[in-house]
């Protein structure tokens, strides 16, 4: 392939992402993004030639609740590993942008430094649909990126709710940043989001919310005492931090790196990278069964007046959707 040239064959891909061509590299993302078969055809046959080459980053999930400052803090922590030497990727998993179009205007508008990096790539969510869609391609899209040569991959968390299990369920570290000032509520977080994250950060600790925040973190702290750690190997710390004065970015990355040689001595780390990619395999099983349910042209024919009946209370929902998997690829 010459250079600037539009790659054509699933080589042309695989080449320019090895050679850490950006363009190439937004290119291949895109096609795996595609839901047209053909390009699914050739999505696979890259990723099948890139998996060998990806594997060794570190991968982050970081989620937080509305005005927490995710995209500040992931701009001030992106750019202080690329200063110490990593190239890093930002990728977001956001269920709802399939109404609102998406997030990157807005990413790339508040990390504008980080965007302008050379060591940096951010990419957002595609905006085809369903959630499972979404992490499908934020999962080809990690792997596209680490065989580019980008060995920290931070995925964002932009909906609320399931991307942030699903999020948790693709990485190696979930961070979970709060607010300053939790109070009795602990800012409406579900005890689930608790359970998930190998890391509480109290965002925003400068000036006056330093004492809030402290106070924030051990209300945390207390609340994970009663939670039984999801690894026999990690207690999730609690800590602060500050995107704006840099306070705390770097322990959080001392953190990282000790929940991976703490997971990686005792095997856990290798046994949920396998775990994982079991889990991608039946997401990518769904998500292809509910494309093809889509277009077959059996269950078009029938699944408006199925609908008229089930609103109409004439059948029940479970009677409709038997008569869908019968007609699904009947011929």
């Not at 953190?255 to 990686?264: D, F, Y």
Request: with cysteine.
């Amino acid at each position: 392939m010459t250079a600037g040239a539009k790659p054509q064959t699933p080589e042309d891909f695989v080449a320019g992402v090895l050679s850490a061509d950006l363009a190439t590299l937004g290119q291949a993302i895109t096609l795996i993004e595609s839901r047209h078969p053909r390009h699914r055809e050739t999505a696979d046959a890259v990723l099948a030639e890139l998996l060998s080459h990806s594997g060794k980053a570190i991968r982050i999930g970081i989620t937080g609740v509305p005005g927490v400052g995710k995209s500040t803090f992931i701009e001030a922590f992106g750019r202080r590993l690329t200063a110490a030497g990593h190239r890093v990727a930002v990728l977001t998993v956001d269920p709802t942008s399939a109404r609102t179009g998406g997030s990157i205007l807005g990413d790339k508008t508040r990390m504008q430094e980080l965007g302008r990096d050379p060591a940096a790539f951010i990419r957002p969510s595609p905006t085809s649909g369903t959630l499972g869609g979404v992490a499908r391609a934020t999962r080809e899209t990690m792997i596209i990126c680490e065989a580019a040569g980008f060995d920290v991959v931070l995925v964002e968390t932009v909906g609320v709710g399931q991307s942030e299990t699903t999020v948790a369920e693709m990485v190696d570290f979930f961070l979970a940043l709060m607010l300053p000032g939790a109070g009795d509520e602990l800012q409406g977080i579900k005890k689930g989001i608790l359970e998930i994250a190998d890391m509480i950060a109290v965002n925003k600790a400068d000036g006056d919310m330093v004492l809030p925040a402290r106070r924030a973190a051990a209300d945390y702290r207390r609340a994970l005492e009663i939670i039984t750690p999801a690894s026999p190997n990690w207690r999730s710390p609690v800590q602060t931090c500050s995107a704006l004065s840099g306070d705390g970015l770097a322990e959080i990355w001392d953190r990282v790196r000790e929940h991976r040689t703490a997971l990686s001595g005792s095997g856990e780390f290798d046994a949920k990278r396998r775990d994982q990619r079991v889990r991608w395999m039946w997401s990518t099983i769904r998500d292809r069964l509910m494309l093809a349910l889509d277009r077959d042209r059996n269950v078009q024919e029938i699944l408006p007046e199925l609908e008229r009946a089930v609103a109409e209370d004439r059948i029940t929902p479970g009677y409709a959707a038997e008569q869908v998997l019968a007609a699904f690829g009947s011929g």
